[in-house]
Nanobody
Framework: QVQLVESGGGLVQAGGSLRLSCVAS????????IGWFRQAPGKEREGVSC????????YYSDSVKGRFTISRDNAKNTVYLQMNSLKPEDTAVYYC?????????????????WGQGTQVTVSS
């Protein structure tokens, strides 16, 4: 069974850090581009970061650039999102997703598999 499971969310004060993990089961992440998305209440889902399976290239949205870092550990079949200098506006449910066609895109329409999400809440 193909599955992505996120973990690492929680409540943190502004300026703090969290590291989200996305573990795959039922398939190997090596050949998938992975994206991190978030959705705040009343807002559309936003692509915040993605990482290429081909050359490890990374993308960040302007809202998180310089604060978030995406990385992958293929041996552990896991992708991480290190989030530093968190702001209240980062509060959202965070999802990881896998793209089997390696389109290296922050657009959610290109992703085949999705996790269930993990809540991140940043207090001011």
């Amino acid at each position: 069974q193909v599955q992505l499971v996120e973990s690492g969310g929680g409540l943190v004060q502004a300026g703090g850090s969290l590291r989200l993990s996305c573990v795959a089961s039922g398939f190997t992440l090596d050949y998938y581009d992975i994206g991190w998305f978030r959705q705040a209440p009343g807002k559309e889902r936003e692509g915040v970061s993605c990482i290429s399976s081909n050359d490890g290239s990374t993308y960040y949205s302007d809202s998180v650039k310089g604060r978030f870092t995406i990385s992958r550990d293929n041996a552990k079949n896991t992708v991480y999102l290190q989030m530093n200098s968190l702001k209240p506006e980062d509060t959202a449910v965070y999802y990881c997703a896998a793209d089997s066609l390696q389109r290296y895109s922050p657009e959610s329409m290109y992703y085949d598999y999705w996790g269930q999400g993990t809540q991140v809440t940043v207090s001011s």
